[in-house]
């Protein structure tokens, strides 16, 4: 949502037309022959986008602290995808477009596609074949394809409700890690944020269903994950699966993140890292340094410290 695309320009002259309308006391039909201007002009930019795409990279929409978009993030930097990413400010797509990331634009073939899950395996269709060695990881086994699932959902849900719980308590680290800072994010966004901030956090908080309560029950829940994932490493297995990297295991240490704060999320290429451990409030500290010193912890910061290249 760049103010340069004249995408974002349409929407906001759509928003702003009633504005006018009233301002200017226009009448009924002056409204309705400016309601369709804005209708033609809308399809004449929808259509020059889909017949001269600027550029015939694939883009990532994403917001950049979200662990679903590093998943994918991370999975497209393993396969060695040239790709380009669109960030945004979080929960503002949702709001304004309905739509949440990550979503994975391919210009060149007018195709967009949502959800993590499905944008893998989408990945696996156009390079499992092509890239074959270093896309190798995104084969989607039965086996991976399960586990896949389970933490989609049982972690990443569970683990963001808890993280946000922790995270809301500090409102200038919640600004910083929605983006304020992040020089790729559209300037507009970046001021309108501190603004919107208080509409937002209400926002997450219905829409998650963030409240004291359930982030103490999702705090057990992600630990019960955890301990799924210790059980698995109980045999010296080297990956979730065995001695071979896929991407379940890129899924659980994207996923698994949030609880463990990885100086290198988003593969370094982030401005705004993850606080230090070591200043994070009581009891969100004690939480994060135990969930660092499990196996399956262990096996995250691992996974981050040599698996993670941007
Ligand atoms: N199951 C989806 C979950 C996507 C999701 O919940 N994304 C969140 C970010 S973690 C989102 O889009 N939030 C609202 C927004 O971007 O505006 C996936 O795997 O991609």
Not at 171 to 198: A, D, M, N, Y
Request: hydrophobic fraction near 45%.
């Amino acid at each position: 949502m760049r103010l340069s695309d004249p995408r974002t320009l349409h929407a906001l002259m759509l928003y702003l037309l009633p504005v006018l309308v009233a301002w200017t006391g226009w009448g009924a039909a002056a409204a309705i022959v400016a309601v369709l201007l804005l209708a033609l002009v809308g399809m004449v930019i929808r259509l020059r986008a889909t017949m001269n795409p600027a550029s015939a990279r694939p883009r990532l929409h994403t917001i950049s602290y979200s662990h679903y978009v590093e998943k994918v993030r991370w999975c497209l930097d393993h396969a060695g995808i040239d790709y380009e990413e669109v960030p945004n400010i979080g929960i503002l797509g949702v709001l304004l477009l309905g739509r949440t990331v990550p979503v994975l634009e391919l210009p060149a073939s007018r195709t967009c596609v949502g959800n993590s899950a499905e944008i893998l395996r989408l990945l696996w269709g156009l390079h499992g074949h092509e890239l074959s060695r270093r896309a190798a990881f995104l084969q989607p086994t039965d086996e991976a394809l399960a586990l896949e699932q389970h933490l989609d959902r049982a972690l990443g849900e569970q683990v963001r409700r808890w993280a946000y719980q922790r995270l809301f308590a500090d409102s200038s680290l919640t600004l910083q890690l929605w983006g304020v800072k992040e020089p790729t994010i559209p300037g507009w966004q970046r001021v309108l944020l501190p603004l919107l901030q208080p509409v937002l956090r209400m926002a997450v908080r219905r829409m998650l269903r963030v409240t004291p309560e359930s982030a103490s029950r999702a705090l057990e829940r992600t630990r019960a994950v955890f301990d799924e994932m210790d059980a698995r490493f109980a045999d010296g297995r080297r990956y979730l699966l065995g001695d071979t990297l896929s991407f379940a295991d890129i899924t659980f240490a994207s996923l698994g993140a949030l609880a463990v704060l990885p100086t290198n999320y988003g593969g370094g290429r982030l401005a705004t890292r993850f606080p230090a451990v070591e200043s994070l409030s009581s009891p969100w500290r004690e939480e994060v340094m135990a969930f660092r010193q499990r196996p399956s912890g262990q096996f995250i910061l691992r996974m981050y410290a040599r698996e993670r290249c941007s």
